[in-house]
């Protein structure tokens, strides 16, 4: 599937990218709390390439709409995880906090997704 592909290729840039600049500028300026930004990087990276697969395997599974929902899910845990890790380090603010956990829990959907894709196929 073509979105994913491109979901996934565009995350992967973007993990690489932040890694960078979480490496090279924020190390410094935020010495404290880069770990927690580079946690996101981590799972930004291992999620974007996640995608790649969902993509592959979208036609070979057969389960297309279970596939699909899982890319989905993969996705927003993306954007939940490592995104308010992201925003977490940044600003300090702990509103952020709480939404990592929802995160979390939408990538254990898109994994079991993807399972229960490959059992039914």
């Known amino acids: 599937m073509k979105l994913f592909v491109l979901l996934g290729s565009l995350n992967a840039f973007l993990s690489v990218a932040l890694g960078a600049f979480g490496a090279h500028y924020l190390k410094t300026k935020i010495p404290d709390k880069i770990d927690v930004f580079q946690t996101g990087v981590h799972y930004?990276?291992?999620?974007?390439?996640?995608?790649?697969?969902?993509?592959?395997?979208?036609e070979k599974l057969g389960n297309q709409s279970m596939v699909n929902a899982s890319g989905w899910a993969i996705f927003i845990g993306i954007i939940l995880f490592s995104g308010s890790l992201y925003a977490l380090s940044l600003t300090g603010l702990k509103i952020f906090g709480p939404i990592t956990p929802l995160g979390g829990l939408s990538f254990l959907v898109g994994w079991i997704l993807l399972a229960l894709a490959a059992i039914k196929s």
Do not use: C, P, R
């Open 44 to 58: 930004h990276m291992i999620h974007a390439v996640a995608l790649l697969v969902i993509a592959v395997l979208y």
